[in-house]
Every structure is written in C-alpha cells, then in structure tokens.
C-alpha cells in the first residue's frame, strides 16, 4: 500500500524526520506511537502534502506512485485521507455539501458520474446512523460548534462515505471520553477490510484497547526505533519511552 | 500558499466586457447651466423639475469635491471632460414606446446579459425596467402590475404620467444638498426606476432593473424613487453591469425609498461593473447615495447588497428610522480583487421609539484590493428602546490586499441596546487544507469556503438572485485562491 524509505524531512530549517522507514500492507493497521515532539504530525503533514514541510532526502511510494510528487487534492482522491487531530470549523458550509463535493471530486476521478441526490441521502443516513449521529448533523456547518467527540465522529463518519485505500488517524482518540472513544473505535474497526490499511497515530495505548493493530512502532526523535506486534504497546504504558531515549541516543 | 502562485490565481476575466455599436445621441462633455436645460428638455420635463435641476447645480457649484474624505485614493475626477447626456438611438428621436421598436442589438447585449427581457421573464415571474445607459428602453408587465395598481417605470417616464407623485418624494430622502454626488446627480440625472405601491397592496412580483454602462465617456446618473403607501410592500432588485473600457467611467447614483406606515420595501442590488483590469486600468467610479426613509410606524427597510464590481466604490445605503417601531437592515458582501477600492458601509438613524436595525457586513478582499466597512449608528434622544446588532466581518486572500473598520456610534438615549461585532480572518489555510484533503479541488475549496462566510446575506436575497449571486462571486474569486 504505502512504502516509506528514508525520509528526511524539515520544518522551518529543523529537521524533524531524520530517516524514516515504513512500509504497509493492505488490509494492515498500524500504530505509530513516540513521545511528544517525536515528529508523529509531522509525519502525516508530510504524507498529505501539507504546505511548509519540506522533504529534503527519501521516498514515499503510494499503490506504486511516487506520493510525494502529487497534489493536496490528488492524494486524497487516490485514496489517502487523513482524520484530522484538530478538524477546523467552517462557517456557513454545511456537512452534507462538503461531503457531497468530495465524495463528487473522487467520482469524478474515477470516471463516474454524480452521486444522485436520493442515493448519498441513503448512504449519509445509514453511515450517520452506524456512528449514532442525528441526522439534523447534516444541515450544521462543518465541525462548526461540534464538541470534541462529534469532530472526531465527523471525521471517521467522511471515511466511511468516502471509503479512503489507506486512512491516516492523527491522535483521533485525544479528547474523547470512554463513550465517544468506543463509537470512534467502532466505525474505524468496520472500516478495517482485506484491501484498506489504516495508520495510526496516537500518545496513548489505551485506543489500541478498542482498534487492535496488527504492527505497533516507536517513533523517537523522527526515526522508527522499534517496531513490533500489540504487546509492545503495554510495554510501553509500563515503561514509558525513556529506555527507546536511551537507545536512540 | 506561496505569494507568487496567489498572485497568478489572483486573477479574472470580466464577462459581460463587451461593446453594443450602437448610435447614440451623446452630448459633448461639459456641464453648465445650458447642459442642464438641455436635459431637461430632451426629456421634455416641466418647468419645476428644470428648476429643481439648476438650484441643484448651483449648490453644487459651492460644493467641495470630497475627494481624499473616504479611505479611498484615486485621481481628481475631471467634471468637465464627462458627457452627461447619451440616449442610444439617432438624435432627437424619440425614446422607443415599446420592445418592437427598440435596436434589435440593443436587444442582444440584454441576452447576452441573461436578461430575460420577453416571454421568459414571465417565467421568472420578474419585470424587468432595463435602463441601457440614460434611456429606459423596455418594460415589460407593466399591465399586470398596473392591475394590481402598481406603477413601474422610468422615473422620465413618471415625470410625465404620474407628475404629482414624483414632485411630492422626489428629493424628500436625500435632498440635494446632502452631498457632492447627491447635487451633481440631482443637477443632471437622466433616466433611472420609478415604482409606486399603493396603499394595501403587495406588490405580485419581484421587480428588477439592469442597469447597464454602454457608450464611452458618459457619467451615468441614475435617479430611482420607489414609494411604499401604508401596509403596501414591493421586493426591488437592481443588477448593474458595464462593458470594458480604459477610461474610468463615472457613476453617481441616487436611491430613494419612502415607506410608510407598515410598509415594506426590499432593495437587493446585485452589482458587477466593471472592475478595471489586473493593472487596476479602467473600471467604474461607483459614487451612489442610497437612502430609505421609514416615514410610518412599523416601516421596514431591508438593503442587501452583493458587490463586485467597480474600480472604486462609495456607498452607504441608509435607513431612517423615524417612524415607531421602524425596522431597518443592511446585509451585504463586497467583493474586491487586483486593484479595486471600495469604500462601503451603511448608516442607521433612529429617530422613533422602539427602533431596531440590524447590519451584517461581509467583505472579502483578494490580490491587492482595499476594503473599507464605515458604518453609523445614531440613535436620536427621541428613539427610546432602540436596538442595533452590528456585525462585521472581513476574509482576506492572501497578503497583499487590506481590510479595514470604521464603526461610528452616536447614541443619545441610555435605553439603547447597540451591538457590535467585528472579526478580520485570513482564508484559513487549514480550512483550504481540510476541503483539499477531501480531494476538492483548491479553486471549489476557496468558493465553497466563501459562499460560506457570505451565507447570513445570501440567504436575505430572494431566491432566483442567490443562485445568480453566488456564481458572481465564484466568477469574481474565479483563481482567486489562497
């Protein structure tokens, strides 16, 4: 699916990312976790093609293509989303019309027409109702006034309408209380399939509770430093990352 | 975004760019008390309306050209060199009496404007008064509305039918000497809308003119009075658009609105001249004075506005709220790209008791464009209880254009309720990045953010105008992407 060699990337002058390897499957979910300031946003600001990263050396190679050589829009049309840590709110547009373009701007991409208007109603109803959001969510403006449990339901909610081949969660359990983590944790767990991979960035363990990945690696100080299968994760609640410091040091 | 890719997005054609070769009847420029005569006889006006004009023009006279007073810069604008008069059409033949005589061209640049000027303006349920630069050249279902005792027609055209009723409001609401350009357009208005509701009468349709600049070097001065009687109630939408032209063209404009008791008036206005070009070359000088009055108790005002065009722009429709309960409301987006200036804003006057108004300002200002809100809230001693919400709020594209507030208050009753509120954000480029990240495209991205942050007005404009509002404003933004 993705296969990430040597990246070395900045943000303003600092190299943040010095070197890093990854490579996923289809139908694998991943967890990326690390300490704070490790470089785990950088890492999905430079996969999305965010502005102001800059990647000085390596390779990023998306279902064969070279990711890093296409657009914003492009990769997200290609099939790599990204769940927002901190979605932003829009005033005055409307969720159902966003998501509408979208899932339009992907269609189109694949040579279809338009959704019709009574299908993607169909389709928003029974995905609305799957991460037990009301349907009045619809006609509220994107993410506007949504507390911090509804932004993150927003965002796993445009996933499964848009059905991404690899789907990046960044930190999609911080702010949540243990209700609202469950929902989230069942709508990424009904995205899982044979084809889509999902990466996973998170602080804590506690989410890898509710979405068992099958690989779990350390990123400290913008280089993987240990990868290995969910128990790794407990080790690290116990441990802490100070002895991965250490190692890297 | 980086400044040099904005730059080249930053850019737009101007559609409606294109001259009808027609002949007109254009008298050289110059303005003098003999020009005024002129005028006036062409349009074959009474005696007191020519010397209505000519102590106008000799207040004028004294008046001090205010050039400079708004945040605005642009070169002194010479009087002299403007013609003030241009009907289309041979000399001194008389003004067409119905479409069949009107110039088949002229016919065609209203089509090419999307005008719906015959069979299907009824399906629009829309009259159109279709002023082509001075002479008004078509009405359509002017029957129908005259059935529902309605008047709808040139205001030249009012002078000669309805001469009472012009001599009664004209100049009531913004009397000659108000300002510089409300004397100048007194002095020399040619043709502009008339509409009179009679009392208890809603009026059965939108009514609309387009107004349109044509012919090279003419000033057009506009003059449009439109009367509500006690609970009648008329939705009125102008739309203004100008072919391309080097010279800078200057418009001044005058707006009265009298509503009386329980009267309603709606004025939308949906303006696209001609900006300039991305060098700021050309465009219109856009100086209009706009004003209602809500004479009766529980009169009500509504302007909303959707501006985008003009090299530089100058407006501030008004209400006065004199009567009882009176309600007034200004919404309104301007758009400003390249070079273009504007100046723009509105002033409420609470007189009666128990006033309220509401303002909500939205600009966007894109390239390397200057906006100005300027708004007054006065509130008279007499005006007990009013009540004002202001909200202002600016989008900038880019870095290199400028977004400015002048909010004045005068409140003269401490039991006023004045509200204001004001934001200045940059098109978020998280919010450019989250719609993009959805596989939007970034020129869809910027048009859907901005139609969003113009909603609370939009929503104010009647339906068949949001539609046609909201594609101006993606044709206006058209690459302007931050």
Not at chain 2, 19 to 40: F, W
Not at chain 2, 62 to 82: E, F, N, R
Not at chain 2, 115 to 140: K, M, N, Y
Not at chain 2, 151 to 169: K, W
């Amino acid at each position: 699916m993705i296969e990430i060699k040597d990246l070395h990337a900045r943000v303003e002058g600092t190299e943040i990312l010095k070197g890093l390897n990854l490579s996923i499957q289809p139908g694998e979910v991943h967890a990326i976790m690390g300490p704070n300031g490790a470089g785990k946003s950088t890492l999905s600001a430079v996969l999305t093609g965010r502005e102001g990263y800059e990647v000085t050396s390596g390779s990023v190679t998306f279902e064969g293509e070279d990711l890093l050589e296409m657009d914003v829009e492009e990769r997200a049309r290609a099939g790599l989303l990204l769940g927002f840590q901190y979605p932003v709110e829009i005033p005055g547009v409307k969720n159902v019309y966003l998501l509408k373009a979208a899932l339009n701007a992907k269609r189109k991409e694949q040579g279809l027409d338009e959704i019709e208007a009574p299908a993607f109603m169909k389709l928003i109803r029974e995905k609305l109702k799957f991460m037990k959001m009301d349907n009045s969510f619809m006609h509220r403006a994107v993410n506007e006034g949504f507390s911090g449990g509804e932004k993150k339901r927003n965002e796993i909610l445009q996933m499964l309408i848009l059905e991404p081949k690899l789907a990046l969660l960044d930190e999609i359990d911080s702010g949540l209380d243990i209700d609202a983590m469950k929902t989230v944790a069942d709508g990424v767990n009904s995205l899982r399939t044979a084809e889509r991979s999902i990466l996973m960035i998170t602080h804590y363990q506690r989410l890898l509770d509710y979405i068992v990945p099958d690989v779990i690696h350390v990123l400290v100080d913008g280089r993987i430093v240990k990868t290995g299968d969910k128990s790794l994760a407990f080790e690290l609640e116990k441990k802490g990352y100070d002895w991965l410091l250490e190692g890297a040091a | 975004m980086a400044s040099e890719e904005m730059e080249q997005l930053v850019r737009k054609e101007y559609k409606q760019g294109f001259v009808t070769d027609i002949e007109s009847d254009t008298l050289p420029p110059g303005l003098d008390e003999d020009v005024i005569r002129h005028i006036s006889q062409r349009k074959k006006e009474p005696e007191w309306l020519l010397e209505w004009r000519l102590e106008a023009y000799r207040h004028w006279l004294t008046m001090k050209d205010p050039q400079g007073w708004a945040h605005l810069s642009y070169p002194k604008i010479d009087y002299q060199a403007v013609s003030y008069y241009s009907a289309p059409g041979a000399k001194n033949k008389d003004a067409p009496k119905s479409l069949d005589e009107v110039d088949p061209k002229l016919l065609e640049t209203f089509d090419k404007l999307g005008i719906p000027l015959h069979e299907r303006a009824a399906l629009a349920g829309v009259a159109v008064d279709a002023v082509f630069d001075s002479v008004s050249v078509g009405t359509t279902f002017k029957a129908k509305l005259a059935e529902a005792g309605v008047i709808f027609c040139s205001i030249s055209e009012a002078v000669q039918e309805h001469p009472e009723l012009v001599r009664q409001y004209l100049g009531t609401v913004v009397p000659h000497t108000d300002n510089y350009y409300a004397a100048l357009n007194s002095a020399v208005f040619t043709d502009g809308s008339f509409v009179f509701v009679p009392k208890g009468v809603t009026c059965p349709m939108e009514l609309s003119t387009y107004f349109r600049i044509n012919a090279a070097n003419t000033g057009q001065f506009e003059r449009t009075l439109i009367v509500c009687e006690e609970q009648a109630q008329v939705s009125y939408l102008e739309g203004c658009t100008a072919p391309m032209r080097d010279e800078n063209q200057l418009h001044a404009a005058v707006v009265e609105l009298v509503a009386l008791d329980d009267a309603y008036i709606k004025y939308s206005t949906v303006q696209n001249w001609y900006p300039g070009d991305e060098e700021g070359k050309g465009g219109i000088y856009n100086f209009v004075t706009k004003r209602g009055d809500c004479r009766g108790d529980r009169a009500k005002i509504s302007w909303t506005q959707v501006e985008t065009g003009s090299a530089i722009t100058w407006k501030y429709p008004s209400c006065i709220l004199r009567g009882k309960d009176s309600v007034g409301e200004f919404y309104s987006v301007a758009v400003t790209n390249n070079y273009q200036q504007a100046d723009t804003g509105t002033k409420m006057i609470h007189i009666g008791e128990g006033s309220r108004s509401t303002i909500i300002s939205k600009g966007i200002s894109a390239g390397r464009s200057n906006q100005s809100y300027r708004g007054l809230v006065k509130i008279l001693p007499t005006a007990k209880n009013a009540r004002n919400f202001t909200q202002c709020d600016s989008l900038l594209i880019g870095d290199q254009c400028g977004a400015h507030t002048f909010p004045y208050q005068e409140i003269g009753t401490a039991s006023a309720q004045v509200e204001h509120e004001a934001t200045t954000s940059k098109i978020g480029e998280d919010q450019l990045f989250y719609c993009m990240q959805r596989g939007i495209s970034e020129e869809d991205s910027v048009n859907m953010i901005v139609n969003g942050f113009c909603k609370d007005v939009f929503k104010e404009l009647p339906m068949e105008f949001a539609v046609e509002a909201e594609a101006l404003l993606n044709v206006s933004l058209e690459g302007a992407v931050g």
